[in-house]
């Protein structure tokens, strides 16, 4: 990484200040913050913390005192009720690419239930050959697969369909989604085992919630890519995500990710349950509903500068955010300074895996006046991630589920961060 | 993923029933546990946690109840404190390869600081043309980088090295080791802006707890891959793990990765400071103490079946582990179930990435007979795990740091798991 001084030049690469891909490297160059000493006798001091011992070791970590808004954003859908609602992921507050379990965003529609493992049971019947049952200890006994994959709530975002910019902080309008590591037995597996009628075509899954929340899966997704989690980053699934079994679909939406799986029938047609009928389908412009949209769309957001991580003083930042795709990798993430009239590459951290989130950055030289960020995403499949006016001309006006439009942020002349539709 | 039922084999790849790789997809077949309800009429049942509206949501989530002994098992180190010594991942619990920030190993010589973020300063000095010193938020305006690396103590496993085998936990002997992802700012950045003296060899790294613990680091690491880090797992460090800063350099042994950072000085020699003379060197067959042991050796170890974790009746077992190495990738990961007279190899869980924890499964029929599972790791550069004997000739007896020879495991007719040299 030994570098000349001759490298250390920023390349601007669009409008307004953005220096994209090729200078990310090379943005040190005290441009950025560090203080310079030269001339001054440097003593090291002895920092307070290290006057006195410091705390004990803990059985189970927790994050510092001092990061107190380190927290899920929740808010209720039934009044008077705390579990029935969604609690969002903080993404100005993060960086890299996994979630920590603890800040994995929530969904639920009768709140967590409390499963003891022992007494639960995974049944797999209806259109099969030999009907089974499973104990936890069982499915241990499988071949156990982990992978990394994002999860998307359908109705993330949701609040950008609205007519005004709604002023909030990146993770309170994007943060139902979130990323892990998955480890758990391959579903296609168990379906084998029990030996499916050629006739069926779909796998309705249930949870063991108070909503016994169900939705079909087309068998060909089931036999394919579906996994039966047991752990998330590392350790047992958390009560919120499902404990102790559940379902993950990669690049779905995330509801059919049934939580507290406790039954699996495979069947010849969907359920049409009310969360596949009433809830999560699509009221195009045309006045029909859309039913059964399963593939998240590419998407990306830039989670630093946003709303209430504004800017000091001008000079050199830098742009991070994420991008993601239901349908596979992604390829491209443009950046835009300017209000999108120019666009430039922004680095991708490596590895770029499959339905993964991907962290892109980018250098920013900010002169001190007025400006609109945005950042679009562009998959394997060569799906482009649309305008706010694509979007809605597609959609809406009546529609809120799927909405992955490029998002902008302006900056104002004070460094100040807000929403709004360009 | 779909098959045909003639491909349900099981193929034996080495003795006393171990099938290793090639059949890791194939292992489903009822032989595992799934209950068989043939004949039955089933009925889908009601199970009790779906009676009730569930728990609330949480701003930070927490585990199960359920799972009460997902904790790190501490050790103090000096008798009447509790914040110095060591605290253990419960590797036997845990899948995949990611370590929840919760359950990272820890090792404090002085406990755990409280640091406040806006009075935490690193100072950059030393042999340089311009000496630095960095906040927080000037830190945050630098290219960040994110990567995922393991961190091994050189303690790790040194019980191993005793003469009689401990009868101890996977994670109690081997849980010094840990996984995260790793967000932060290169260190070369910010050497190269201070600009480093051509006669400069080392780095002196201090930390600002108690112990004002301090190593030396080769100015080549410095200015290769160390970086310096802010977040891990996504989220801002916990304060057990460094917060609000820490070094990180992969591969090398873990307490060269200071946490609580305060200050780096650039120099012509090494600190010769207590953690790199009274400790953290190894003892030689022939009397030498050889110092700068920096890069962690090719090691595994089998996590399920281990001491706690037996099996139940006999049958088909899945045998999951993990492999690293401080040189690069794994590239090879043998297990035997003979005691070593046979080898298969096991599956590797893509994608394997350099100096990261690789997570290894392979497909086992025991036959109710007593057997000795081991597992032997190879890295990209052709490095073998030793075996204990060989580990022993090489640095025995006296030496314990730096302990990665091959572990064995002995299942007993009952089905119980305990620690043996083989």
């Known amino acids: 990484m030994r570098r000349d001084a001759t490298d250390d030049l920023l390349l601007p690469e669009a409008g307004n200040g953005l220096c994209g891909r090729r200078s990310l490297l090379r943005a040190g160059l005290g441009l950025a913050g560090g203080l310079g000493l030269a001339g001054i006798a440097v003593a090291a001091e002895r920092p ?26 929740g ?9 029935s609602g969604v609690s969002r992921t903080p993404l100005e507050r993060l960086e890299g690419t ?4 603890g800040l994995f965003f929530e969904r639920h529609h009768a709140g967590v239930p409390d499963i003891h493992p022992d007494a639960h049971r995974l049944l797999l019947h209806g259109r099969v050959r030999r009907p089974l049952r499973f104990s936890l200890a069982a499915l241990h006994r499988y071949p156990l697969l982990t992978r990394t994959w994002f999860l998307e709530c359908s109705g993330n975002s949701a609040a950008l369909a609205a007519d005004v910019p709604p002023q909030r902080r990146c993770g309170e309008l994007h943060g139902l989604i979130s990323q892990s590591e998955f480890t758990g037995v391959p579903l296609a597996l168990l379906l084998d085992e029990a030996g499916v009628d050629p006739a069926a075509r779909w796998v309705v899954a249930e949870g063991a919630d108070g909503a016994l929340l169900n939705r079909s899966v087309p068998l060909d997704k089931a036999l394919d890519d579906a996994l039966l989690v047991l752990y998330q980053n590392g350790e047992p699934l958390r009560p919120e ?10 690049g779905f939406e995330g509801n059919m990710s049934i939580k507290w799986l406790h039954r699996l029938e495979v069947a010849d047609r969907p359920a049409m349950s009310r969360e596949e009928t009433a809830k999560y389908t699509d009221l195009l412009p045309d006045g029909q509903a859309r039913q059964f949209t399963f593939e998240m769309g590419v998407k990306s957001v830039i989670t630093s500068p946003s709303p209430g991580l504004g800017l000091g003083a001008p000079g050199l930042y830098q742009i991070s955010g994420l991008a993601w795709s239901g349908a596979g990798r992604v390829r491209r993430v443009a950046v835009s300074a300017d209000g999108g009239r ?15 989130l ?5 250098a920013w030289r900010w002169n001190g006046a007025p400006a609109v960020l ?4 562009e998959d394997e499949t060569g799906a482009v991630q649309p305008t706010r006016t694509e979007w809605l001309a597609a959609n809406g006006p009546r529609s809120f589920y799927h909405y992955n439009a490029v998002q902008a942020w302006a900056v104002a002349a004070d460094g100040s961060v807000s929403n709004v539709f360009a």
Chains 1, 2 share one sequence.
């Open 374 to 377: 945005q950042s679009r995403a």
């Open 241 to 250: 995500n499902g404990y102790p079994l559940r379902l993950l679909l990669p």
């Open 48 to 73: 307070p913390g290290s006057l006195a011992p410091g705390a004990g070791m803990r059985s189970y970590g927790a994050p510092s005192r001092h990061v107190a808004d380190l927290t899920r954003v």
């Open 342 to 356: 120019s666009w430039a590459d922004a680095a991708l951290e490596m590895p770029v895996q499959d339905r993964c």
């Open 358 to 362: 991907t962290r892109f950055r980018a």
């Open 98 to 101: 996994i979630t920590p379990n």
């Open 75 to 83: 808010f209720s859908s039934q009044p008077g009720t705390d579990g």
